[in-house]
């Protein structure tokens, strides 16, 4: 599904990446993870067109996206939950959730009934703002907006940060239904357990390259786990 190979970032004269590949798959759960800092966000920024690449590529389906812009790369099936979430405060549940037909064709501009299936607090909670609701709530607002694009490869930026257990485990129910539907999903976390009980493919970054790519299994390599210490 998603293709990045030998991708360069900076920002200004600092390099975020270097010579950065890797593939998420289509039904399956690829997990980035690292220290902060070490350049995760910025794979994503790059991935969702947020930031431009200085050398590299990254194709979705085997199209090359280019310097395509964020909205064309969401027409093109890419859906992103960013870090902090992002929900617009003074807009309403529904309406939060509404921002995602931006990219859809009229015929298609409907909230997904497995929005409300994956987070049934949503659909009791239309008519409240954004802002009114707890980070746990705004989580689930955020990957439900993000839903409603109808994604092929779905991008979430640490989406357990901050948030109590019994919503994380609501998260991974939806991660792993997402799975099963055949979306890629590339998942970038610091939260090692949850990336365990989730991921089929993990890459670990540290200083802006990725310096291990294996399976789930291969979290619990003492080798591995000292790329994930403080």
């Known amino acids: 599904m998603l293709q990045v190979n030998d991708v360069d970032l ?4 600092a390099q975020a990446l270097r010579g950065v590949s890797l593939e998420a798959r289509a039904g399956e759960i690829t997990c980035v993870l690292g220290r902060n800092g070490v350049g995760k966000t910025s794979l994503m920024r790059a ?12 194709a979705l389906e085997g199209r090359d996206l280019g310097s395509s812009a964020p909205y064309r790369r969401a027409r093109s099936g ?29 015929s298609e501009r409907s909230i997904p009934a497995h929005v409300f299936e994956l987070f049934p607090i949503l659909k009791s909670m239309l008519g409240r703002r954004g ?36 919503i994380i485990k609501d998260i991974g129910r939806a991660i792993r239904f997402l799975r099963g539907e055949g979306i890629a999903v590339l998942l970038v976390e610091q ?16 200083r802006g390259q990725i310096v291990f790519a294996g399976v789930g299994a291969d979290l619990d390599d003492p080798s591995v786990r000292a790329h994930l210490t403080v």
């Open 131 to 166: 802002g009114d609701l707890s980070g746990g709530q705004q989580q689930q607002l955020a990957i439900g907006r993000a839903l409603v694009t109808r994604p092929k490869l779905l991008v979430l930026d640490e989406p357990t940060e901050g948030i109590q257990p019994s």
């Open 47 to 58: 991935v969702v067109g947020q930031q431009p690449v200085r050398r590299g590529r990254i």
């Open 191 to 206: 939260y090692l357990d949850f990336c365990r009980e989730l991921a089929d493919r993990v890459y670990v970054m540290d």
């Open 10 to 13: 900076f920002y200004g004269a």
């Open 78 to 106: 890419i859906g992103f939950v960013p870090q902090g979430r992002e929900v617009f405060p003074l807009l309403t549940v529904r309406e939060n959730l509404e921002t995602g037909y931006a990219p859809l064709k009229r």
